[in-house]
C-alpha cells in the first residue's frame, strides 16, 4: 500500500518519522512531498527507505492514501494541485477545515475522507487522535485506525464534535503543560530544586491518568481517597475551588472552541 504524506512539517514530519520508527514501512511505502528539500532531505537522511519529492502531485499520484498535512489556509491549493481520483483515500490533518470544504476543493463527490486531528505527542507516538470519516467503508476504518493507532490513541467522532475535542485534545496538552510548570515553580518556591519538583510533578502526573485509565472510575472517588478530613490535601482543594480552578480551565476549553 502506497502512502504519500503531503507537508512534512511538525504534524506531517510526526506522522511520517512515527510511521518509520514503529516499522510501519515494512507494511507501506512512504513518499513524503513538502516545500522545503531541506526537510525533506533531513528525514531521508533518518530513513533511507523514505521516498522525497518537492512535486505534490508525483508524490499524490498512485497513491492509495493521501495524507494532507499543511497549514489550513494552504488546504485548497494544495489539494487542487494533487488531482486524486475517487478510488484514493483523503486524509486531512488541517484543524477548522470541514467535509464540505474538502469536497468543493477536490471537486469529488463520495471521496473516502477522514479528518485526523492528532496532539503534538504524536512526535513520541503517544497522540490523542481524533477522527471524523466521510463515505468510507470498514476496511479502510480498519486501515486508519492501524495507522494512526502506532502513534497513540484513536477516537472516532462524528464532525460536529471536532472542534470540541480538538479543544480538550490539541489545545488541552497546552494547558496539561501549564499546570505542570505551575506545580514545578510551587515545588521550587517549597524549597525543592527545579529538578526535583520536575521529577515529582511529571511521575505524579503519570500516576493519575494511570490510576484512571486502569479502573475507569470518576476522578472524584479518587480525589475522595486523598482528601483526610481536616486534612492538608481538602484544604489545598478547596483553596483551588475558591480560586476558581474548575471554572478557569472550562471556561480555557470554551474559548478554544
Ligand atoms: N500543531 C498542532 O498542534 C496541530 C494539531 C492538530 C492539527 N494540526 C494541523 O496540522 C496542519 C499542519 O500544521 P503543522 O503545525 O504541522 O504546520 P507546519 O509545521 O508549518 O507544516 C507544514 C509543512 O508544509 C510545508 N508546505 C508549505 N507549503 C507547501 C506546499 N505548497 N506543498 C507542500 N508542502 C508545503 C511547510 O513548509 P515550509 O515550512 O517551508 O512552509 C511545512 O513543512 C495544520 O493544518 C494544522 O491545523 C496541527
New binding site residues.
Given amino acids: 500500500m502506497k502512502v504519500a504524506i503531503?507537508?512534512?512539517?511538525?504534524?506531517?514530519?510526526?506522522v511520517c518519522e512515527g510511521l518509520f520508527n514503529k516499522g510501519m514501512d515494512n507494511q507501506f511505502q512512504i513518499t513524503a512531498?513538502?516545500?522545503?528539500q531541506e526537510?525533506l532531505e533531513l528525514l531521508k537522511t533518518k530513513y533511507p527507505k523514505l521516498d522525497i519529492t518537492?512535486n505534490?502531485q508525483q508524490a499524490a499520484k498512485g497513491a492509495d492514501l493521501v495524507i494532507v498535512?499543511?497549514?489550513?489556509w494552504?488546504?485548497q491549493?494544495?489539494v487542487a494541485?494533487l488531482q486524486m481520483s475517487q478510488s484514493q483515500i483523503y486524509v486531512s490533518?488541517?484543524?477548522?477545515?470541514d467535509f464540505a470544504q474538502l469536497e468543493s476543493y477536490t471537486g469529488l463527490n463520495a471521496q473516502p475522507m477522514y479528518r485526523v486531528?492528532?496532539?503534538?505527542a504524536i512526535s513520541d507516538q503517544q497522540s490523542m487522535t481524533l477522527i471524523c470519516k466521510s463515505h468510507t467503508t470498514s476496511e479502510q476504518d480498519a486501515l486508519i485506525t492501524q495507522l494512526f493507532g502506532s502513534l497513540g490513541r484513536v477516537l472516532f467522532i462524528p464532525e460536529s464534535k471536532m472542534a470540541a475535542g480538538?479543544a480538550l485534545a490539541?489545545c488541552g496538552?497546552a494547558y496539561v503543560f501549564k499546570y505542570i510548570q505551575a506545580s514545578i515553580q510551587a515545588g521550587i518556591e517549597l524549597g525543592l530544586t527545579a529538578q526535583e519538583a520536575r521529577e515529582i510533578t511529571l511521575q505524579t502526573f503519570i500516576g493519575a491518568t494511570t490510576i484512571l485509565n486502569e479502573h475507569g472510575q470518576h476522578p472524584a472517588i479518587e480525589i475522595e481517597k486523598v482528601c483526610t478530613p481536616g486534612g492538608i490535601t481538602i484544604k489545598g482543594i478547596n483553596q483551588l475551588e475558591h480560586d476558581g480552578f474548575t471554572s478557569a480551565v472550562i471556561r480555557a476549553m470554551k474559548a478554544s472552541m
Fill in positions: 503531503i507537508g512534512v512539517g511538525n504534524m506531517g514530519g510526526a512531498a513538502d516545500a522545503s526537510k518537492t505534490n498535512a499543511v497549514k489550513p494552504l488546504v491549493p494544495v494541485e490533518i488541517a484543524a477548522g477545515v486531528i492528532p496532539n503534538t480538538t490539541s496538552i
